[in-house]
């Protein structure tokens, strides 16, 4: 207890604020706003200074034909997936894709640049129009050239593929986590040391995107309200860190943060931990 108000009062009043909104317990969809954490069985190693699980309903399976002729879409009509969508339709439509060869990450359930690049390809090969978004006619295609995706086939228990890095992880030491790929590669001038699968925050408590730097770290962290474990917490934004998850471990992709980048295998992570230094890059991006 001394050491922490010693430390507090080390700070001062602005970071004090920043070092008492430490918070990530896991959560289901659709929870409140972060709450603070406090440190189990050790001090920080230094001084401290928006999500992608929001599961729609799924869209029943429509018949589709490859013989038939599929039907242009109606002038102005809205399609039925886009760019920027998330649901679990979504999630269906990545898991068919990948039986087809056109992506080869695992289904996040979010429509980004990889799947508007695949349906492009997909309709450029049976005559639609490329547009990258999934009309009605697009959907009845794929169906029909694919089969109803199993539960290993939506939610892998395989690692993520890494999606390519964003520009500003090709140089430094930088904690490079893609959003669309749901993974954290550990990168050193430009070279992929190790990764690993990770998860966000939820729509109400966000894991916010941008250019950061670790600001302090703790081996053992645990949350006051939510007494929830933390180990290797990597804090890089206002209370948002990278660290373990039992909870993501245990439940996956079913479950979300309070806006921490959660790591489901631990033993990656205690190896990260001991490489990053306070300091060091950390990237968050679509």
Known sequence: MHRQKAFIRTLGLAAAVAFAATACGPQGAGAGPAAPSAPAGGSPSASPSKQDDKPGSPSPSAPGSSSAPSAPAAPGAKPLMANGDESEQVRELQARLRQLKLVSTAPTAFYGSKTTAAVKTFQSQHGLSATGSVDEATWQKVQGLTKKPTDDELRPPTTNEVDAPDPRCMQGRVMC??????????????????????????????????????????????????????????????????????????????????????????????????????????????
């Open 177 to 286: 986590i893609s959003k669309e790929s749901r993974t954290l590669a550990w990168m050193i001038d430009g070279k992929v040391v190790s990764t690993m699968d990770v998860r966000f925050g939820s729509e109400n408590t966000p894991t916010r995107e941008g250019l950061f730097q670790v600001e302090w770290k703790a081996k053992e962290w645990t949350s006051t309200i939510y007494h929830t474990s933390m180990p290797y917490s990597m804090f890089f934004s206002q209370g948002q860190a990278v660290h373990y998850s039992s909870d993501f471990a245990a439940r996956g992709y079913d479950g979300a943060s309070h806006g921490c980048v959660n790591v489901r295998d631990k033993k990656k992570l205690s190896e990260l931990f001991d490489q990053v230094k306070v300091g060091d890059k950390v990237v968050v991006y679509w």
